[in-house]
């Protein structure tokens, strides 16, 4: 495994995971959301232009996607943009709130082949869910749960993914998550808050405690291979026994994000000016930049352990992730803000309030004016 890792870290001809948020637009506003969506960009990839880059794709036999938002079904082009795919040899994994599966939507799902939906909810409860996703969201992802299984998707294409972000609220559900997903013969996949987007405003507030990151590493290594990770908990390996999986910052060397627009950044966790490689549009398309750009060259050089250099743990944690480092304000050869060494709290309190970096882009809806009340005379 470590001789694979090292290799990984050099980058690969094409990405391994390979993320493509389809639209900015959405129907909820979460707190915690990566890219701040809710208003779609109207410089969006057309029709056209999506398809030729699924072309590319199919060309450096890239495998599979994940699509997301944004929520990827408000595109009138969503089942097209996913038959031409599927029709290019290239798996479709995409993220929803559900809002917009019904019973019609689930069986034209569950008859597509090499698909995989992730369901997203953030609380087995409505009170839990809603105060991070929105009001009536929680209802609204049971009932896409339900028309999946009223329509044989497990049956026929195997578990869709029920897929959380931990906060410090939901991490005693934990048990009640894998229960639910049981339920319905899905499979649960629970992943790290990143300070990215909306959520650099609110993870000083929902990332969890540094006993309840604890509490999240006993879990994953008692229910690990049943749960997927996506690899987010790496830095957690500083507590001993690693934890299933990869465990290394793939950014720019394995996995890298194409957004609504066809920028290109070294993951979807890093939707900053920064870590832009490069854009589809460009001459040369996804493949040039994926091979040439000169920030993925960088992020495939070694790199310094920088503080973490006289930790015992540096090789067991990778020094942690890039994205929560940088949107609170640390080097990125500093500590991880959730080291669980505690040497992230202590880098935190010297960082001067306001200081951290803004994510670039943000699609937030407007907030709503103010009823305006009229006095009769």
């Not at 794709?57 to 969503?78: C, K, S, T």
């Not at 870590?275 to 050089?301: C, N, Y």
Request: hydrophobic share 35%.
């Amino acid at each position: 495994m470590t001789a694979l890792v090292e290799q990984l870290k050099g980058g690969l001809d094409a990405p391994i995971c390979l993320t493509w948020e389809l639209t900015y637009a959405c129907n909820l506003e979460c707190v915690h959301c990566l890219s701040s969506s809710g208003r779609r960009d109207p410089r969006e990839l057309t029709t056209d232009e999506a398809k030729a880059v699924l072309d590319e794709l199919h060309a450096i036999q890239v495998f599979y996607i994940n699509i997301g938002g944004g929520e990827p079904m408000i595109r009138r082009d969503f089942f097209e943009l996913v038959d031409y795919a599927i029709g290019r040899g290239i798996g479709v994994k995409f993220s929803t709130n559900g809002a917009f599966i019904d019973a019609e939507k689930a069986a034209r799902l569950t008859a597509m082949d090499y698909l995989d939906i992730q369901i997203s909810l953030d609380g087995t409860d409505a009170t839990t869910n809603d105060a991070v996703r929105g009001a009536g969201s929680y209802d609204t992802a049971r009932r896409a749960m339900d028309h999946l299984a009223a329509a044989g998707f497990v049956e026929r294409n195997g578990p869709f993914k029920i897929s959380v972000v931990v906060t410090r609220h939901n991490v005693d559900q934990l048990d009640e998550f894998k229960a639910l997903a049981d339920s319905y013969g899905a499979q649960l996949r629970v992943t790290r808050l990143r300070p990215s987007g909306r959520g650099a405003d609110t993870w000083h507030d929902l990332h969890p405690t540094n006993d309840q990151q604890r509490q999240i590493y006993r879990w994953l290594l008692a229910h690990g291979e049943q749960v997927l990770t996506g690899d987010s908990f790496f830095h957690l390996n500083a507590l001993g026994e690693p934890l299933p999986g990869l465990n290394l910052c793939g950014a720019g060397r394995v996995v890298c994000l194409i957004d609504p627009i066809g920028d290109v950044y070294a993951c979807p966790f890093v939707i900053h000016d920064q870590f832009k490689a490069g854009s589809v549009r460009d001459h040369g398309g996804f493949t040039k930049v994926w091979r040439e750009s000169t920030l993925f060259r960088e992020l495939r050089e070694p790199q310094s352990a920088g503080a973490c250099a006289s930790c015992g743990s540096y090789d067991a944690c990778q020094g942690g992730c890039m994205a929560a480092k940088f949107f609170t304000g640390l080097p990125l050869d500093g500590p991880d803000p959730e080291c669980v060494g505690g040497d992230g709290e202590l880098a935190l309190a010297g960082v001067t309030a306001g200081s951290a970096p803004r994510p670039s882009l943000d699609h937030s809806k407007p907030p709503r004016p103010a009823p305006v009340h009229f006095i009769r005379k």
